[in-house]
């Protein structure tokens, strides 16, 4: 952990032979037991990932998502949080974290995420679910589903 392009906030809590690649940047947030996570990779606080997941390089991982264990997430994939986001309040004043909602997601154990998605607040997607590349993801997306396209449409259902 002392690699100098890696920002490893102490409000971490890391699991045991997690491996983490250059330029990565962590703060207030859970990393379960032999977790992989790529370079340019952003996990922020109140975001709980599992064991034995895999976050590809230059992924988003914002506030309010759960990762459950053996998950995949490719490369370049986003979370958002909030389902209205804005830079200031109708009086023109910035806005502060008690002027949004945070909305949960969760991704559940199994599922794989691949490269360039990007997955809007609030949803969940299902244990072994897979969401093809490219895909937008706006509502749930039921266990052992194949999803794709924008906005994400079920492809098949898996045995």
């Known amino acids: 952990m002392s ?3 890696l920002r490893i906030a102490p409000s ?4 045991q032979n997690v491996r983490l690649i250059a330029f990565a940047n962590l703060y207030g ?6 977790t992989f996570i790529g370079p340019f990779v952003e996990i922020q606080s109140d975001v709980k990932v599992g064991r034995r997941v895999k976050i590809q390089s230059h992924t988003f991982v914002c506030s309010g998502v759960t990762i459950e264990d053996e998950a995949f997430i490719g ?3 986003m979370f958002t949080n909030d389902r209205f986001p804005r830079a200031t309040n109708a009086d023109g004043t910035m806005q ?7 909305e949960p997601t969760v ?3 199994g599922a794989s995420i691949g490269s ?3 997955i809007l607040c609030g949803v969940t997607v299902g244990e072994g679910a897979i969401v093809g590349a490219g895909s937008v993801v706006t509502k749930n997306v039921a266990p052992r589903t194949v999803v ?4 994400a449409r079920v492809l098949r259902t898996l045995p």
Not at 29 to 34: L, M, N, R, S
């Open 3 to 5: 690699e100098p392009t």
């Open 12 to 15: 971490v809590k890391l699991g």
């Open 29 to 34: 947030c859970e990393i379960g037991d032999d």
């Open 75 to 77: 490369h370049g994939v």
């Open 96 to 102: 502060s974290a008690k002027d949004w909602k945070c």
């Open 107 to 109: 991704i559940g154990r």
């Open 116 to 118: 360039n998605v990007t």
């Open 148 to 151: 794709a396209g924008n906005p």
